[in-house]
Each structure stands twice: as structure tokens, then as C-alpha cells.
């Protein structure tokens, strides 16, 4: 493996590992990615080795021009208003952290797809994973780079500390700045509903084409995504979550770490314990917060960053504080309640 930084000519001889059938990691501006040809078997076979990942859970497949659709979707098949707000969203969305879920053409191999007759597609918001994918063939096959399960990757370290043995070269390009995956929005059906909470707010997609069902709202609520399995994105340290009201009454024990949204929130703990962060930390209780103001979009960007750092063995389990269900809350959300399943 090789440990690169930006420049001309690791973008390029990371894109020759691409079309040569290898596979690279690359900053996106959600995570970083573990990219291989998403037209080539035996690249998509890598990922899915290295990843650990089971091949029922299809790939995204990453591009970096509106015309390459053409050559993985079917959108014929798509009713006329599915085509408007395909445009729509494309126009308004991308680049961006939303992935499309779109009739796919046979030309996309079913490894890409794990058998399904559709194709999550994106086009990244990152100028290092649209050169890469102009360079090399166009569209790259990326899910995040990290075993199957566990936390997703923000930076470079995390990649290298993860799967670093199974990827031909990693891109160091800094932390990302979205910090949580996608929105996957499936736009095939009647009515387009959001598989996975994501960097895309709900409120941002349903201001452009109107209302969009969530998966708690999907009839019979069998996982279609398999993002959607129950435990996911979860830290090998237990973590439990609470409701604002319940965490800041909770006394802490020696080596549990507290993780709250806000600054306020954890003041207001703080003083119920009589305490403050230096007689915490001598107690042995770690005490986090994601965003001082509480801005939802640093929280979501520092989330995975701060549950890698939180993720040691001296600390014995996690106590996170959920974000109000709004904007990129609901992502934030998302995952932490996926990481708590694990705990059970
Ligand atoms: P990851 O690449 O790890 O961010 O995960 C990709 C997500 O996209 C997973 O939740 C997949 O289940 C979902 N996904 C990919 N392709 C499809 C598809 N054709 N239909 C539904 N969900 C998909
Ligand atoms: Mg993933």
C-alpha cells in the first residue's frame, strides 16, 4: 500500500491503478471511499473482499459528468415525472452528498449491483474524487473504506488504520467535510423515498420536488437498502444513546465517555453534577462535544471523527446525546442509533 499526498501525479498513477483493475481510497466530501472500476468484475470482487462486505449490499457508483448516467441508467424507464425531478435534482443537487437509486442499464455488472435492476449512482462534491474518476474510467464503484460494520472513515489515518493492507494506494486529501454518507434517494417508484438519512437534508430534496417518504414511513418496512440493516456504522465500544432530557441527568462512572451536540447541553450536565469538564476528567469520565453552537453541520462533519477517537479500549462505553431530528440531524441520528444496536 501507498500512502499518498494530492498532487498531479499521485492523482494520476491512482488513476491508472483504477483502470488497471486496483483499488484506491479517495476523499470524498461525505467519507472517504474504497474505489475500484465500477465497470470492471474482478475490481468490484476486490472491494468486497477488502471491505469484509456482503454481496447482497450493492456499491454506489461515483461519477464526475451528468452525461455518464447515459451509460449506466435506464431512464426510459422512469416515468416523466421521475425524469423532471431527476433533472431537477441533478441540476440543483449534485455535486453534492445525494445518491440516486435509478433503473440501471446492462452494461453496469451485477457485482456493482448485488443482482438488483437498479443503480445508486452520485456525483461527489470533492475536486480530488472527480479528477480521479475523469482520469481513470469515468466511474468509479466506491462504498466507504471501512470493514464491513464499523465506523466510516473521515480521514486518511482511519483508512490507513483500517483496511490499509487491502487498497493499492490511499489519497491523503484531509478531512472531509461533510463527515456522514449520502441521502439515498430512490426515485424509481410512484413516490421517491429516502433509504439511508444523509448529508442531503429531507428538507432540502422535499423544497425541490415536493414530498418524499422516509423509511419508517415504507409499507411492510422489509430492509430494501440494506444500509437500513438495523446495526451499522458502529464503533467496537459500546454506545448508548439519550434524549437531551434524559442524558444531562445521568451520573457518569469512571471510564465512560459522554458525547453531547451542544455546549449547552453539556454545561447544563456538568452542573447537575455539580462538576466541571478538569473534576470529570479526573474521575476518569471523557467529556465531548461536537459542535459548541450547535451547528447540526459541524456536529454531523465531527461525528464519525470523534466516535474513532472515543473508540479505545481505557473507555468501557459510549453515552451520546441525540441531535434534534431536523436537518442533518436526522443523519446524525441515524447513525448514532445503528452504532447503539451493536451495544445490545
Ligand atoms: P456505502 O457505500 O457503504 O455508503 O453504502 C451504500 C448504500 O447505498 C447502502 O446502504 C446500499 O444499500 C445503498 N444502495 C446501493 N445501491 C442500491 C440499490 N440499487 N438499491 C437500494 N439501495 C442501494
Ligand atoms: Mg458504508
Known sequence: MEFLSVCDESLRRAAAVISGGG???FPTETVYGLGG?????AALAKIFEAKGRPRFDPLIVHIAALETLEKMADLSTLADDGREKLAV?????????LTLILPKLKA???LATSGLATVAVRFPDHPVAQRLISLSTGAIAAPSANPFGYLSPTRAEHVRDQLGANVDI??????????VESTVLDICGAQPRILRPGGTPKEAIEALIGPVLSDGEIPGGSPVSPGQLKS????????LVYATEDIIALPGEKGEAFL???GASRETWLAAQQGNVAEAETNRITVRVLSETGD???????????????????ISRIRAQLAPEQGLGAAINDRLRRASCAAR
Open 170 to 179: 490511499i489519497l491523503d486529501g484531509g478531512p472531509c467535510s461533510v463527515g
Open 232 to 239: 451499522h456504522y458502529a464503533p467496537r465500544t459500546p454506545l
Open 108 to 110: 453496469v455488472p451485477d
Open 37 to 41: 472500476d465500477a465497470f470492471n468484475p
Open 260 to 262: 453531547f451536540v451542544d
Open 89 to 97: 435534482m441533478s441540476r440543483r443537487l449534485w455535486p453534492g452528498p
Open 296 to 314: 447540526l453541520l459541524e456536529a454531523a462533519a465531527r461525528l464519525f471523527e470523534m466516535l474513532h477517537e472515543l473508540d479505545r479500549p481505557a
Open 23 to 25: 483499488l484506491v481510497a
